[in-house]
């Protein structure tokens, strides 16, 4: 078993022998220690439990698209402002199972991935194949915070304006949602062209304006067209609905607010993954995570707004297949053993406060002091 001497960063030699190749064998090193540590302490972890996948994802959605019709009613009048605020919390926490898609094998939950999509992935119009076969890009180790990685932005690097725009966009998801599969999809089966855009463009869920997707292939390509099929046919019928009077406009726009409230909510969570201090070099293991955050107990309002394990978002990044269920006894299991003075600690932090703070000094060239 590894002791906290595991994750101490390894001393290099200086002298005629040192540079850029005994820098190499260092972080070689390094990040041969700390995943040999992290697997070591979690090998009895890795086994989802389809039980608590199926009772949150659908505590979840019974509690927000209950509050969601709630919010709808006009004789709640302020009350009805709480419930918009519930279902958004509520559809964020089951809409953030998508993460867990990408991770876990479909025969580990078996049904999951239909049901998600046909719960949450199609009616909030973010159906998973969105984001499978996208994400794990961001997971590959010479992928991570380069120009390849579609989920990756240097943030830190970049001006002031750039993060309330980052989360400010967030805003119009739900309207770009909408065209896209009630305008962008039909036309697409009529002009190749627009095909190919629509694939490359507009059917991931990544902030990197430069990534390009490439058409999927074997079960995926299948999942695509059912999914897109159910979400294109989704929203022509909301907008039908509208049009002719089905739908009152306000009920409407309520469905908006509220699911523009969970990409906001989304946006800021995603501002505070990680430090985004990278400028485009791969990164060794150890290197990216530092780079991305956690953000553990005794802190209440992470479970919030970095629901199914996102609270652990740098852990995740060492151990992208444990389950998001047992992300806090592996944390617990990996604090302990390391101790407070190990390596592993420098990825924890406080709370969302103190992260927008940094990020946003680190914007106007103050590089802040933990």
């Not at 896209?180 to 990197?208: G, W």
């Not at 400028?279 to 780079?291: F, H, I, K, R």
């Amino acid at each position: 078993m590894m002791t906290s001497a595991t994750f101490d960063l390894p001393a290099v030699a200086a002298g005629p022998g040192s540079g850029a190749a005994d820098a190499a064998r260092a972080r070689a090193a390094d990040d041969m220690a700390m995943l040999r540590a992290a697997v070591e302490q979690t090998r009895d972890l890795q086994k989802a439990n389809p039980a608590i996948y199926w009772v949150d994802f659908v505590a979840s959605v019974t509690i927000g698209y209950a509050a969601l019709l709630a919010a709808m009613t006009p004789a709640l009048g302020l009350w009805a402002v709480l419930a918009g605020l519930v279902a958004a919390l509520a559809l964020y926490r089951g809409s953030s199972f998508i993460h867990e898609l990408t991770h876990v094998k479909p025969l580990s939950v078996p049904g999951f991935h239909a049901g998600w999509n046909l719960l949450m992935g199609i009616p909030l119009l973010v159906p998973s194949f969105m984001y499978e076969g996208v994400h794990t890009l961001h997971h590959a180790r010479t992928r991570y915070g380069t120009a390849e990685d579609p989920e990756y932005l240097p943030l830190a690097l970049m001006k002031p304006w750039s993060l309330p725009a980052f989360v400010g966009a967030a805003m119009l998801a739900p309207i770009a949602l909408l065209f896209r599969f009630a305008v962008l999809s039909p036309l697409s089966l009529l002009f190749p062209p627009v095909r190919a855009l629509v694939i490359a463009r507009y059917s991931s869920l990544s902030i990197n304006p430069g990534f390009r997707r490439r058409p999927a292939e074997g079960p995926l390509r299948r999942a695509w067209l059912w999914q897109e099929t159910g979400a294109c046919l989704w929203a022509v019928g909301l907008i039908t609905a509208v049009a002719t009077g089905v739908l009152p406009l306000r009920a409407f726009l309520i469905f908006l607010g509220v699911a523009s409230a969970l990409a906001v909510i989304n946006q800021i969570r995603t501002l505070v993954a990680h430090l985004w201090e990278n400028e485009g070099e791969p990164m060794s293991v150890t290197a990216q995570y530092l780079d991305s955050v956690n953000v553990p107990p005794p802190g209440v309002l992470p479970f919030l707004w970095a629901p199914v394990g996102l609270r652990y978002h740098a852990l995740h990044h060492l151990l992208p297949s444990v389950p998001y269920h047992h992300l806090g006894e592996a944390h617990r299991r990996l604090s302990a053993s390391l101790g407070a003075d190990s390596l592993y600690q420098r990825a924890n932090y406080r709370g969302l406060t103190g992260l927008v703070y940094r990020l946003a000094a680190s914007t106007m060239g103050v590089r802040p002091v933990r």
